[in-house]
């Protein structure tokens, strides 16, 4: 079965500092990948999403970069932190095909300080 | 692109009702998903269906594409029924979902 597995869990950084939250999949080939941000209280806000090794989306702009240097490895960067880059960050995987759905990851609750 | 909205924004409900959720979309849609997240901030699936009717235990969804909305139901709920229900939508084959503002229910003892 597949399974989602998203690191760490909880990340206190200072601002300026850089970031880097991983997510993997297993148990499946050629996912699409995505990463989505929630502020308190607030909705799912898709930052990026990943059809392929190397194919990055970004759907809006600001401090943070992806990468997917594996197939089923995906990864959040920044160089410098910014307050508002606090949140929750959620990585997730769907097929692409047909019937597919999304499944998450635990996400990360980071807080910028 | 597609618009999801959801209501009622927040739901209080004493333990043992029933309630109704629901999810209205822009245009046709080729896939839409139900999802609760925990306390925790943890998503998880409840339903993918973009059309028809479908049931998991307490919980039943049904979508009418044609008339672009989608319901979930709640029956006899629970206090480990408390959280946010979101409703995602994705307009056509292999684009993202795009996510209503969800619903927040509590659940009270």
């Known amino acids: 079965s597949q399974t989602i597995h998203q690191w760490p869990a909880t990340l206190v950084q200072p601002v300026g500092s850089p970031l880097s939250l991983e997510c993997t999949v297993e148990?499946?080939?050629?996912?699409?990948l995505y990463w989505y941000r929630q502020a308190a209280g607030r909705g799912l806000q898709l930052l990026f999403y990943s059809v392929g090794i190397g194919q990055i989306s970004s759907e809006v702009p600001q401090n943070l970069s992806a990468s997917r240097p594996q197939d089923r490895q995906f990864i959040l960067s920044s160089k410098k932190l910014l307050l508002s880059d606090s949140g929750f960050y959620l990585c997730?995987?769907?097929?692409?095909?047909?019937?597919?759905?999304?499944?998450f990851g635990s996400g990360t609750r980071l807080t910028v300080v | 692109g597609i618009q999801v909205e959801q209501s009622p924004p927040d739901l209080i409900l004493q333990e043992g009702a029933n309630s109704t959720l629901r999810c209205n979309f822009s245009?046709?849609?080729?896939?839409l998903q139900w999802f609760h997240q925990n306390p925790w901030g943890q998503l998880i699936n409840l339903f993918y269906?973009?059309?028809g009717t479908k049931q998991n235990g307490r919980l039943s969804a049904t979508t009418v594409a044609t008339e672009r909305y989608s319901l979930l139901y709640i029956s006899s709920s629970q206090t480990t029924d408390s959280g946010v229900y979101f409703c995602?939508?994705?307009?056509?084959?292999?684009?993202?979902?795009?996510f209503g503002p969800g619903t927040r229910l509590s659940v009270l003892p």
């Open positions: 245009d046709s849609v080729n896939n």
């Open positions: 997730a995987w769907g097929t692409g095909g047909p019937n597919y759905g999304y499944t």
């Open positions: 148990g499946t080939s050629n996912p699409n």
């Open positions: 995602a939508a994705a307009s056509n084959y292999g684009q993202n979902f795009v």
């Open positions: 269906i973009p059309s």
